[in-house]
């Protein structure tokens, strides 16, 4: 397909990496020549300077042969008139735009085919429901749903003192005693598809496909201490704090923010009156001190620099903070910190662009697209579910007698609200939910592409 990707910032260079090695043809438009000229050496795709707003730099990147826009400028105003413009030269164009003030969330929604908007990205509401989540579950470092929230698969680290270390995972149900599959295992930063006799150790993180109702079980015989969150201290005033605050203050959660712009503050204490609002420097150890930031069940580090976050998390560790979730801006980071202490990762950046990936997707197969695409293994691997079609290869056959391509795992099948984690006599039919999970250069665009 051709694609128009408008903002080469963190999210459009992560999106024309993944994009262009899925073999669509890009083209980037962005006002600083400097950053397109780091990408186009970076990667093969065409470029254009200029404002994506302008009827003239629409043309001159193709708008009206292009099969999507993506707008992921810095400005939520310039997202949404490039896509108004760009429909009006185009009406068959799919527009995509990252939208992230609050303020435009009911209009963007309500007047979205006004704004000929095909689909709308908030990487900060996102992040905040991300984050809710893994509040739930304390012992997880990261959660990721299928099937109408029916199965996940969650990320688990592995200590000296785990049940699992120096185990073989062909004995994880005697020791979890539920059933769970362990799908991907991430060792010294690499990816591995493990087999019934991989054993674990301590530093590996692992990535298990498990029932939700069997997620509390897992924990528990793990001997995984999940206390109930009562109080958070989240340090950073941004977006993803305002929309976290407002979800966790209806779930009777007691909230602290520490922000360090005054203005901020004021204006967060206006619209969380729940909340607590501290103006304070969180880089200083005198505003650490007088705030007690240690002394809350779960400290959530979000400002706006990477390493002051890991900073603040691996502090919070050290005091053995029950649960600590680390922002990443830059998902580039995530290999440098695999055996740092800083809790859990979000990544805003990340999770919007799964949303988009998946969206290409399913405009490029629209029969057989994927339903759910989620980036785990620190973007090493992709979990991908599928709904089984009548036409599908293989449907009734067992799986002992399908080959699979190299480096794919079917990691759960749903059929209904039973759950099946397969083996070789297992069999998939039409309309059940299948959860693959692919790592490695292998890239799965429909179902029929995992089979040899």
Do not use: W
């Not at 995984?224 to 109080?231: D, E, G, H, L, S």
Request: aromatic fraction near 4%; glycine fraction near 6%; charge should be negative.
């Amino acid at each position: 397909m051709k694609i128009i990707v408008a903002g080469d910032g963190k999210v459009g260079s992560m999106l024309t990496r993944q994009l262009q090695a899925e073999g669509h043809d890009l083209t980037l438009i962005d006002n600083n020549p400097d950053a397109l000229e780091q990408t186009i050496e970076r990667y093969d795709v065409m470029s254009v300077e200029g404002n994506c707003a302008s009827m003239e730099v629409l043309r001159n990147a193709g708008v009206e042969d292009a099969d999507l826009l993506i707008t992921a400028t810095g400005e939520d105003e310039v997202n949404l008139l490039c896509c108004m413009t760009a429909h009006g030269m185009n009406p068959k164009l799919h527009t995509i735009a990252r939208i992230r003030k609050p303020e435009y969330a009911e209009s963007t929604y309500t007047m979205r085919r006004q704004f000929a908007l095909s689909l709308t990205v908030n990487p900060e509401r996102q992040a905040a429901r991300e984050i809710d989540r893994l509040l739930r579950y304390p012992g997880f470092l990261k959660r990721d749903k299928f099937a109408n929230g029916l199965v996940e698969i969650v990320e688990l680290r592995i200590d000296e003192k785990s049940p699992l270390n120096n185990q073989p995972l062909n004995q994880l149900t005697n020791i979890a005693h539920c059933q769970v599959l362990v799908c991907t295992v991430l060792r010294d930063g690499k990816a591995i598809t493990p087999s019934g006799d991989f054993v674990l150790l301590s530093g590996d993180r692992i990535f298990v496909t498990a029932s939700a109702r069997n997620l509390t079980l897992l924990l528990k015989n793990l001997n995984i201490a999940t206390p109930r969150i009562k109080n958070v201290t989240i340090a950073g005033g941004g977006r993803i704090s305002y929309y976290l605050t407002q979800t966790l203050l209806k779930e009777g959660i007691s909230v602290k923010i520490i922000e360090r712009d005054r203005a901020r503050c004021e204006e967060l204490a206006e619209n969380l009156p729940g909340a607590c609002i501290v103006q304070g420097d969180v880089s200083t150890r005198d505003v650490m001190d007088r705030e007690d930031i240690v002394d809350c069940d779960a400290l959530v580090a979000m400002t706006g620099l990477d390493e002051l976050n890991v900073i603040l998390s691996i502090y919070a560790n050290n005091f053995k903070v029950p649960q600590v979730i680390t922002k990443l801006g830059r998902a580039e980071n995530l290999e440098i910190l695999n055996k740092l202490p800083v809790g859990s990762i979000v990544s805003p950046k990340e999770l919007s662009c799964n949303t988009i990936t998946r969206y290409v997707r399913a405009m490029k197969n629209k029969s057989g697209a994927a339903v759910t695409v989620h980036s785990i293994a620190d973007g090493q691997a992709e979990a991908i579910e599928f709904i089984v079609k009548p036409d599908t290869r293989h449907v009734g056959h067992m799986l002992k007698d399908i080959r699979l391509k190299r480096n794919v795992l079917i990691a759960s099948i749903t059929r209904g609200r039973n759950i099946l984690f397969p083996n070789g006599e297992t069999t998939f039919a039409a309309g059940d939910r299948m959860v693959i999970v692919t790592s490695g250069d292998t890239i799965i665009q429909q179902l029929d592409d995992i089979f040899e």
